[in-house]
């Protein structure tokens, strides 16, 4: 899927919104756990409650390898599942790989070939070999780590030298290593200020925004900083949709909550008139 398709979905959906599936067992409705594989069950039921209102999900993989050969049957069953059932849908490995380049080259052979992932989240710290193994799939996306949420971004990714913040050198660097249509990037919805000079670095990149909801960033602030004229925008919501309720319609209230985004989306997409 290249920008274009996904642009289309977004339309077609009037929402760029994408389901984080960080599935703990421990956070499940107990009735569930009774099921051969309960973690794929609850993912399977917040799937076809959501996917109206969805054109993403991004299953965090360390929700799945924790619970060691079982977790990986949970994830593939879950991606597979989407893919069989919902094919228009962009699926996105939250794995935040990135190593020596061999190694990289396992790891996207890992999720972007011997599983239907449409992209992986891509650590850039050790540079373009790292990264490059994953960008060697055609139709298939990089989601590059450059302003991330947390507490601990401040360590690292603020880092000033000759006045250009290291997330900024990341932003610049890299557009050499792909494409509008297979290079995206995650920015933190809590740094949503900082978008429009964002914007200024990668104007037309899709943008993979972690932190609405549970995290207290703000959606309106995101749109009105980070939309382009393809919309350019992924905004994940995980805790608040999945974990909204543990009782036997948590998956009728995952799609409530889904809605309520979505209807929220609509308004700004309507309001930058790419509606």
């Given amino acids: ?60 993989v360390a929700f799945y390898e924790c619970y060691g050969a079982k977790g990986w049957i949970s994830l593939e069953s879950t991606v597979r599942y989407i ?22 080259k396992m790891y996207a052979k890992a999720f972007l070939e011997n599983m239907p992932f449409d992209a992986i989240t891509v ?12 960008l060697s799939y055609k139709g298939k996306w990089v989601v590059l780590l450059a302003l991330t949420s947390n507490k601990g971004a401040d360590d690292f990714q603020y880092h000033n030298e000759d006045g250009i913040k290291l997330f900024e050198r990341v932003l610049t660097v890299s557009q050499k290593w792909g494409t509008t249509n297979n290079l995206m990037y995650v920015v933190g ?5 900082l978008l429009k000079d964002i914007r200024q ?3 037309d990149h899709f943008l993979l925004v972690p932190g609405v909801g549970a995290q207290g960033g703000s959606l ?14 992924l905004v ?15 998956d009728k209230v995952a799609g409530e909550k889904a809605k309520e985004i979505q209807v929220e989306m609509e308004k700004y997409l309507r309001r930058h008139k790419l509606i």
Wanted: a negative charge; charged letters at 25%.
């Fill in 201 to 203: 670095l990668v104007p």
């Fill in 220 to 233: 309106e602030e995101v749109a009105k900083f980070g939309l382009n004229s393809k919309c350019g925008l």
């Fill in 83 to 104: 893919k069989e059932n919902y094919p228009g849908i962009f699926v996105i490995a939250d794995a935040k790989r990135g190593d020596i380049g061999n190694t990289s």
């Fill in 1 to 60: 899927m290249d920008q274009t398709g996904l642009f289309e979905n977004i339309v077609k959906k009037r929402s760029f919104l994408c389901v984080g599936l960080d599935s703990e067992i421990e956070k499940i409705p107990t009735f569930l756990l009774k099921r051969k594989d309960p973690i794929f069950e609850f993912n399977k039921r917040i799937v076809d409650s959501t996917h109206e209102y969805a054109v993403a999900y991004k299953p965090n």
């Fill in 236 to 250: 994940n919501s995980s805790r608040g949709i999945i974990f909204a309720d543990s009782t036997e319609n948590f």
């Fill in 123 to 134: 650590a850039p710290y050790m540079g373009e070999d790292s990264v490059s193994p994953f």
């Fill in 189 to 193: 919805a809590t740094r949503a200020e």
